[in-house]
């Protein structure tokens, strides 16, 4: 069995009525999040034990900042240690759809309508650990992120930040399908087990993506990916995240 099919979702029982989902996560995200709890509950622990003993042996830890800088790393490690737990609790595992709007898992490359404007390329995501080699991730309750949901190629789009408004135009977006990996996975229709978004259903087989789809443009042709812009991350220029 290839060793990342144990990080994949196991199969749950219905929530209850009103019960809500503790995130929504893709398969590539959750299983990265697996991954890093994995290593922050075995080898992250271990460092950090070893740091706080070797802290201790330098002598008095009331004036000992190694021991006061371990001890805060340790915290931040802890809290999220915490985090990882709850959002991979009872997740929502979504996919990408075929869609000619701005939706969560969309990669959206837009045009700021401003002096020399370079294109900026964002994923679009329920989650801000959702990632795309390349370019930033924006999330749909974000200023921006809310602005762009719905909207298709050619359309302008203006938002408020705190340095302003700020006016876009959609020049292309297509679905992000993290690349390879993943073959033989099952997911079940809105609706089917799980409400709301698709929910995997077990299995030891992995999924598969595919390739990313071609994009529109704005004149209604094919091209290529759009070009990434900005570095990766989560949160959008000017406020968009």
Known sequence: MDDDARFLPPTRPPRRPGQEPSDRLTLDAYVRLRKELEQLET?????????LLHARELGDIRENAEYDAAKNEQGLMEA????????????????????EEVAAGTLVTLLPLEDDPEEETYLVAHSAE????????????SPLGKALLGRRVG?????QAPGGTFTYQVVALAPHRPPGSWRGARLTPPGAGR???????????????GADATPTTAAGSPSGPPAPSGAPGSTAGRGGA
């Not at 737990?85 to 595992?93: E, T």
């Not at 959702?130 to 309750?141: D, F, H, L």
Request: proline share 3%.
């Open 43 to 51: 080898d992250g622990r271990l460092h950090m034990a070893e740091r």
């Open 155 to 159: 359309d302008q789009v203006s938002y």
């Open 195 to 209: 409400p709301g978004a698709g929910w995997w259903t077990g299995g030891a087989a992995r999924a598969s993506w």
């Open 80 to 99: 999220r240690i915490r985090e990882l737990k709850h959002k991979l609790s009872d997740p929502d595992i979504v996919e990408a759809t075929d869609t």
């Open 130 to 141: 959702e990632r795309a080699a390349g370019v930033r991730t924006m999330t749909v309750s």
